[in-house]
């Protein structure tokens, strides 16, 4: 079927930076929107980060100036760029996506990936 793996979590201080990817392999025909979701300890999952098939983005009030959402359609791969890592941040960071298993006429399916970890130390 399809898997979404992310990777490039791991442990930054208060102020640094990391870049996650998420790429979509196995039988993908084609990817709408995709997104990316974080869920702290004791907190409900949250939408960080959406970009469209064309390139359009969206952020939540919380990342805004500090987190980038991009995406490769040649490789099927989003990523997020995260800058000025505050503690709060500290979550796992989870891909979604949109995407279609068979030939036109699309029909989208949502999938998840298994998440990665981002610790903010103060």
């Known amino acids: 079927q399809v898997q979404l793996v992310e990777s490039g979590g791991g442990l930054v201080q208060h102020g640094g930076s990391l870049r996650l990817s998420c790429t979509a392999s196995?039988?993908?025909?084609?990817?709408?929107?995709m997104h990316w979701y974080r869920q702290a300890p004791g907190k409900q999952r949250e939408l960080v980060a959406s970009?469209?098939?064309?390139?359009?983005?969206n952020y939540a009030d919380s990342v805004k100036g500090r987190f980038t959402i991009s995406r490769d359609n040649t490789q099927n791969t989003v990523y997020l760029q995260m800058n000025s890592l505050k503690p709060e941040d500290t979550a796992t960071y989870y891909c979604?996506?949109?995407?279609?298993?068979?030939?036109?006429?699309?029909?989208?399916?949502?999938?998840w990936g298994q998440g990665t970890l981002v610790t903010v130390s103060s």
């Open positions: 970009i469209t098939s064309s390139g359009n983005t």
């Open positions: 196995g039988s993908v025909v084609a990817i709408n929107t």
């Open positions: 979604n996506a949109f995407i279609a298993v068979s030939p036109m006429p699309y029909r989208y399916r949502e999938f």
